[in-house]
């Protein structure tokens, strides 16, 4: 049965820090792409970053560049996205994803909130 569980989030304050991880398990997570979206309160989901199989990290989400950072390891099945210097506007479900060549997963998401 294929799993991805994320975890890690919560409620912090402006300027915080906080850490998602994703573990996956049921499928080869070593050939899969990797990429954590969230969706805000009222809008669609968008993509946040990626990192390919070959390790190959992008954070695409203009308003997260130098602030977000995703990185895996193949060692645990994870993927995880560190978020610096929060603002309200990451207020969000985020949800990771696993893409193969046959194969494209979600996970249930996890919330972030925040808020002062």
């Known amino acids: 049965q294929v799993q991805l569980v994320e975890s890690g989030g919560g409620l912090v304050e402006p300027g915080g820090s906080l850490r998602l991880s994703c573990v996956a398990s049921?499928?080869?997570?070593?050939?899969?792409?990797l990429s954590w979206h969230r969706q805000a309160p009222g809008k669609g989901r968008e993509l946040v970053a990626h990192?390919?199989?070959?390790?190959?990290?992008?954070t695409e989400m203009e308003s997260a560049k130098g602030r977000f950072t995703i990185s895996r390891d193949n060692t645990k099945n994870a993927v995880y996205l560190q978020m610096n210097d929060l603002k309200p506007e990451d207020t969000a479900v985020y949800y990771c994803?696993?893409?193969?060549?046959?194969?494209?997963?979600w996970g249930k998401g996890t919330l972030v909130t925040i808020s002062s």
């Open positions: 049921g499928f080869t997570f070593a050939v899969a792409a």
């Open positions: 994803r696993a893409l193969g060549l046959d194969f494209d997963y």
């Open positions: 990192i390919g199989w070959g390790g190959d990290a992008i």
